[in-house]
């Protein structure tokens, strides 16, 4: 029987989609090796009969077109080389609003007064008199929003409805509320806050980005026993008040007032005629849509590990792990006396807590800001209340709590992020390396909350450079496809009539086009995000669809850089050659660019000057690069690839000739080199040299790196390809400042933003939560355990375990679509076991350090084979 990880779209629960063509797929019965054919159903009358096809992932639906809150029970059949499979288990998606003419609900808004941020109250009754037998709520908010039917709140999600460009795109959320409704009087309300639409955002952190005032629609839709339908929602009878909510931003921090909490405010009579009529709003339904990832969730509690009395009523709780979220404190506090509750990532003098580090000091803004990151309350009544606040989200190990006293089972920590699902898993015999991994996996967790965020505390924006980096990492960790696709349609509506990709997405209109930041987009490496992002979603997903979708996005990005190397030069180089040389046109070395951000010593101090810097050795790198890519993924889409190709061979000739010269590259950094042969800039002759070169300067800067953002990724890989897989190892194993180790010996739970994020003298510098430097860990999955995709998918993977650095074992998986691939390998004097387990429907390659090859079909595979001697055991397969 077929049955295995059934999926519409990206998604488990496919619950108000908006996809008129839903993909579908499936795993195939254990013990199978190959699909032959596979028939669909559904209960709308839809049946593919038999396809003969070896595909099982994101098969398009093309049976009857599908109705606003049309729900479709699905199953298939598959026919593999053991035979015809029986039907899998009824799955199902339902469908959202797909047209505007589907909303009757009206969008409403509280009278706002003054320059009070509450947390606004909007309730309205209704009545029912007959049995419900099937509920469905769609809401949105511009702000945050909170849903309450009867008292009880709305599903599971945080943050609702998600941050997004929202001049161009609205997620709407769809809720079963069908249990939920009862017999007579119901009341359906909402708390509504500021959130990512009106509170502080971005880099700056400005309000008021998208509007003045915060919003809610939501349309309630009933189905009853006698067949008869009726909706409610949104507009004339609506009222909103105010509670105990009396302030709530995302970066400064939620305030309450529990004496003003107006007790069953969202339950059956509440008298709320004192509270004023909310007003109507036009604010239409064009940007309405659904959203392809997951929500934002609750993910766990974690329980500090200690905490500590700095004074009377006065306590500092440590959770032992820097996290995303906010906490729950039990409240001991008497009656209006407030408790503040600071967060922060690192300790200062006497224990106390410090966020000075955490002050954003861009060069646009007159003086650092302040950290924020406090939460207020003001309890009522006798002990035993609870305060959790959710409109806002910290970045944190360490909380202050003062006004109270707090034991260690007042205060735990609630992890808040995307739930994303996990797919990946790396451990080996090195506590230390483990400990790195587990701070790149927290870094993502803490960083993918509903947009991938650069950190958790400052500026909480979504920079495309550092999720380009870390997407292949990120997406052998955890399901990222329609995390990153949501994200990605953001970065398409915030890009510029002429192509510049914007440096955050979504990008608040302050640091955007109209903006005096606006000359700060664009820059090479953060705008190849367009290319870089969808590729690897293909790579890993085998989603074709996002490669269309993303390729007018992607042709404006590289006709912008292609036209810039074409019609611009930098003064600099205007200045050593008057008359431009021929490969000029090639040459992409106008415009700003962030180049290779935060590298060992060049750190930018006087920002004018780096700001006009010439960096097209790293530009031109990634007009090559990007280039190169699009021609692949024109070919994947039936595309026409020799523009692509032309112009990145046009750009590859370029940098050399313009960077290689007698063999020797310029500037001579790690950074150059490294992106040289991931590139692939370099011609073949030269690639050995160019390896050794960078050997060299690793050796040279005392076995350091001295690479920044863009390049640590590709680091540790060139160095393996180029046969220096020691000197890598070496770096790897790196424990004084910069490197890994020192980040994690120095008690880092998180990756840091800078390689000195923690100095010698315990200082903390910037953010402590970056995953950006993270990236390495694709080392740890492709070279030490040696797992790595050959086709979309992990359709057919390579197993090439590299063992160095004194490892004795490691164990990696990976849940692929088609399923979960096992590596382990363990070295016994000279002998090497690995056993390799390929999931059905996929094929493996082993390969071995004499270079022999071994085919792997689906089940359990054991080889053995000896380093000294490099020779091969036989393969055998296990029961």
Request: aromatic share 10%.
């Amino acid at each position: 029987m077929t049955g295995r990880a059934l999926r519409v779209e990206h998604l488990a629960t496919a619950l108000g989609i908006h996809v008129r063509s839903p993909r579908l797929s499936w795993q195939l019965p254990a013990g199978a090796a190959r699909q032959i054919g596979y028939r669909l159903r559904g209960d709308n009358g839809w049946d593919t009969g038999r396809v003969s096809s070896d595909r099982s992932v994101l098969i398009p639906y093309d049976g009857p077109a599908l109705a606003s809150e049309q729900r479709v029970t699905w199953q298939v059949k598959v026919w593999t080389d053991r035979g015809e499979h029986g039907w899998s288990p009824p799955s199902w998606w339902e469908m959202g609003l797909l047209a505007e003419n589907d909303w009757s609900a009206a969008w409403i808004a509280p009278e706002t007064a003054g320059t009070d941020r509450p947390g606004y109250l909007l309730r309205s009754a209704f009545e029912t008199t007959q049995p419900v037998v099937r509920a469905r709520l769609h809401i949105t908010a511009h702000g945050l929003y909170e849903a309450f039917l009867n008292g009880e709140r709305v599903g599971d999600a945080e943050l609702t409805p998600g941050f997004t460009q929202y001049r161009s795109r609205l997620q709407v959320q769809t809720y079963n509320v069908t249990e939920m409704i009862g017999s007579g009087h119901n009341v359906l309300g909402a708390i509504l806050a500021d959130g990512w639409f009106r509170g502080q955002t971005g880099a700056l952190r400005s309000t008021d980005q998208w509007g003045t005032e915060t919003a809610l629609l939501a349309q309630l839709h009933l189905w009853f026993a006698d067949g008869t339908e009726r909706t409610v929602g949104t507009g004339p009878g609506w009222r909103a008040g105010t509670g105990h909510v009396r302030s709530a931003d995302l970066i400064a921090g939620e305030t309450w007032d529990l004496r003003q909490f107006p007790h069953g405010w969202n339950s059956a009579g509440f008298d709320d005629r004192g509270w004023p009529r909310a007003v109507p709003r036009d604010l239409g339904y064009a940007t309405l849509t659904d959203s392809p990832a997951p929500p934002v969730r609750r993910i766990e509690e974690v329980v500090p590990v200690a905490v500590t009395e700095l004074g009377p009523d006065r306590y500092v709780a440590d959770l032992g792990q820097n996290i995303n979220g906010w906490i729950r404190l039990g409240l001991r506090g008497a009656h209006g006396v407030p408790v503040e509750v600071t967060h922060a990532e690192a300790l200062g003098a006497g224990g106390e807590v410090t966020t000075e580090h955490l002050r954003p000091a861009f060069p646009f803004l007159p003086e650092p800001l302040p950290a924020g990151m406090v939460d207020v309350v003001v309890p009522a009544g006798p002990a035993g209340a609870t305060f959790e606040p959710r409109r806002t989200t910290h970045g944190f190990r360490y909380v202050r709590v003062e006004g109270q006293q707090v034991g260690p089972d007042d205060v735990r920590g609630i992890v808040v992020h995307t739930d994303l699902r996990r797919t990946g898993w790396f451990a080996c015999s090195d506590d230390r390396i483990n400990r790195l991994h587990e701070a790149a996996v927290w870094s993502l967790r803490d960083n993918a909350c509903d947009i991938p965020t650069d950190c958790p505390q400052r500026e909480r924006a979504g920079w495309t450079g550092d999720w380009q980096v870390f997407v292949p990492a990120a997406a052998f960790l955890y399901d990222v496809a329609g995390f990153s696709t949501k994200w990605l349609r953001d970065v398409a509506a915030d890009q510029w009539p002429d192509g510049t990709v914007a440096n955050m997405s979504p990008c608040p209109p302050a640091e955007g086009r109209d903006s005096r930041m606006a000359m700060l987009n664009g820059s090479a490496g953060w705008g190849d995000a367009v290319v870089i992002v969808p590729w690897q979603l293909y790579r890993s997903y085998g989603d074709e669809r996002i490669l269309a979708e993303m390729w007018p996005v992607m042709e404006a990005w590289i006709g912008r850089a292609a036209s810039m190397a074409r019609t611009r030069r930098h003064p600099e180089r205007v200045a050593r050659r008057p008359v431009a040389a021929p490969h000029e046109a090639y040459l992409w070395d106008s415009g700003f660019h962030w180049g290779e951000w935060l590298a060992p010593g060049e750190e930018p101090g006087d920002f004018p000057s780096f700001v006009a810097a010439d960096k097209s050795d790293v530009a031109t790198a990634y007009l090559a690069h990007s280039a190169g890519l699009m021609a692949h993924i024109a070919a994947v889409i039936g595309r026409d690839p020799a523009p692509y190709a032309a112009l990145a061979s046009g750009a590859r000739d370029a940098w050399q000739r313009e960077f290689l010269a007698a063999g020797d590259l310029t500037p001579d950094t790690q950074a150059n080199h490294v992106r040289a042969l991931a590139f692939d800039l370099v011609p073949r002759p030269l690639r050995q040299s160019t390896g050794d070169r960078l050997a060299a300067l690793v050796e040279k800067a005392g076995t350091h790196l001295a690479t920044g953002f863009l390049a640590t990724p590709d680091l540790l890989p060139v160095l393996a390809e180029a046969g220096h897989l020691d000197v890598a190892y070496r770096l790897l194993f790196q424990d004084t400042v910069p490197s890994w180790l020192a980040m994690i010996d120095r008690g880092a739970t998180t990756m840091w933003e800078r390689w000195d994020g923690i100095d010698e003298a315990g200082v903390p510098h910037e953010s402590l939560n970056h995953y950006a430097k993270g990236a390495v860990v694709s080392f740890l999955h492709r070279y030490v355990a040696g797992l790595s995709e050959l086709s979309p998918g992990y359709r057919t993977f390579r197993v090439r375990p590299r063992p160095g650095g004194g490892l004795t074992w490691s164990h990696a998986a990976h849940e692929t679509p088609y399923g979960r691939i096992e590596v382990r390998w363990s070295v016994t004097g000279g002998q090497v076991d690995l056993s390799v387990s390929v999931p059905p429907g996929t094929t493996a390659e082993a390969v071995l350090p004499d270079g022999t090859t071994r085919r792997l079909t689906p089940g359990e595979h054991h080889v053995t084979y000896y380093q000294s001697l490099l020779t091969a055991g036989t393969v055998e397969t296990l029961s």
